[in-house]
């Protein structure tokens, strides 16, 4: 089994920055992609951001492309996501999630190509 405890969520002002981190216990999770996901009340959970088992390759929603960074750090069996130049529109519940397959070559960006979820940290951008 694997637990994902999300981090780091909390209230910002537009402009603002904040750090989330998820880590991971139980059965390794070093050899899979993480993904971070969002869902903000009354709609569909969507893809923010993923990463490779080996950190190589990441992938971005476009809405989040040149202000949001994922990575990792096998070691601490961690990733984070630095949220920066935050906008009223990135508030939402984020999780953090593992592929469901090891080795992949590139990290997925669907929901059903994740096996394990966290519980979810609360962002919210509001001045």
């Known amino acids: 089994q694997v637990q994902l405890v999300e981090s780091g969520g909390g209230l910002v002002q537009p402009g603002g920055s904040l750090r989330l981190s998820c880590a991971a216990s139980?059965?390794?999770?070093?050899?899979?992609?993480m993904g971070w996901f969002r869902q903000a009340p009354g709609q569909e959970r969507e893809f923010v951001a993923a990463?490779?088992?080996?950190?190589?390759?990441?992938d971005y929603a476009d809405s989040v492309k040149g202000r949001f960074t994922i990575s990792r750090d096998n070691a601490k069996n961690t990733v984070y996501l630095q949220m920066n130049s935050l906008k009223p529109e990135d508030t939402a519940v984020y999780y953090c999630?593992?592929?469901?397959?090891?080795?992949?070559?590139?990290?997925?960006?669907?929901?059903?190509?994740?096996?394990?979820w966290g519980q979810g940290t609360q962002v919210t951008v509001s001045s």
């Open positions: 990463i490779t088992w080996s950190g190589g390759t990441t």
């Open positions: 139980g059965r390794t999770s070093s050899d899979y992609a």
């Open positions: 999630a593992r592929g469901s397959n090891s080795f992949a070559s590139y990290p997925p960006v669907t929901t059903y190509n994740y096996d394990y």
